[in-house]
């Protein structure tokens, strides 16, 4: 069946340093990838998407790429800020009825 | 759009009582989720619909869950007799398509005493 696995956290980090936070996946067909990003006590927000292979989805400073020979989509920023803290999930679409599968979540700390 | 709206936002209950969550999700869409968010377990999919008929029920955790979506602007998520492992935050989300992703309501934090 369909699944994601993504890096256990936390994961901590200093301001202005680099993230990875990785994610594969396991799919049949052709999936769309999500990286969804939780702050504290709110609900989940799409952060960026990648619907095709060697597409790239970025926002806010994030980037991911639909890698389909390693069936991966790792979440990379440059430079993590403070209000990069939160819990983020990398989840897939595939095939009908657009059931959405997450990952475990990855906690992400960042210190001034 | 107003995204998807839950309400409440905060429900407090005793044992035994019965809960309503209730969920508007955006105009348009055409799918509709239940999540449940702990500690322990994470997100959890509840149930999902596609215009209006449920499709998979199989997270709901026991027949004291109910979920019904009487037309394609509301739905409810119902726990009679509601127990304090409810617990939890229960998510609400909508979607158009499959390369839209989903659009997350702000949750309602149930606590059953």
């Known amino acids: 069946g369909n699944s994601v696995t993504q890096m256990e956290g936390p994961v901590t980090l200093s301001e202005e340093a680099f993230l990875t936070i990785n994610c594969t996946y396991t799919a049949t067909g052709y999936p769309s990838l999500f990286w969804y990003v939780q702050y504290p006590g709110e609900g989940l927000q799409l952060l960026l998407k990648?619907?095709?292979?060697?597409d790239k989805g970025s926002n806010k400073g994030f980037e991911a790429t639909y890698r389909k020979e390693t069936t991966s989509f790792h979440l990379e920023k440059g430079s993590v800020q403070v209000s990069d803290s939160a819990v983020y999930f990398c989840?897939?679409?595939?095939?009908?009825?657009?059931?959405?599968?997450f990952g475990a979540g990855t906690r992400l700390a960042v210190h001034p | 759009d107003a995204g998807v709206i839950q309400s409440p936002r905060h429900e407090v209950t005793e044992m035994g009582q019965e809960v309503t969550l209730r969920c508007k999700p955006i105009?348009?869409?055409?799918?509709l989720f239940w999540y449940r968010q702990t500690m322990m377990r994470g997100l959890e999919l509840l149930i999902y619909f596609n215009n209006n008929v449920p499709i998979d029920d199989s997270g709901m955790p026991e027949d004291r869950f109910s979920a019904k979506m009487p037309n394609a602007s509301f739905s409810t998520l119902k726990i009679q007799p509601s127990e304090p492992r409810d617990s939890a935050v229960y998510f609400c989300?909508?979607?158009?398509?499959?390369?839209?992703?989903?659009?997350f309501g702000s949750g309602t934090r149930l606590t059953v005493v």
């Open positions: 989840a897939l679409i595939s095939g009908g009825y657009n059931k959405l599968i």
């Open positions: 989300a909508s979607s158009l398509g499959q390369v839209d992703g989903y659009t």
């Open positions: 105009s348009g869409h055409n799918s």
């Open positions: 990648a619907t095709k292979a060697d």
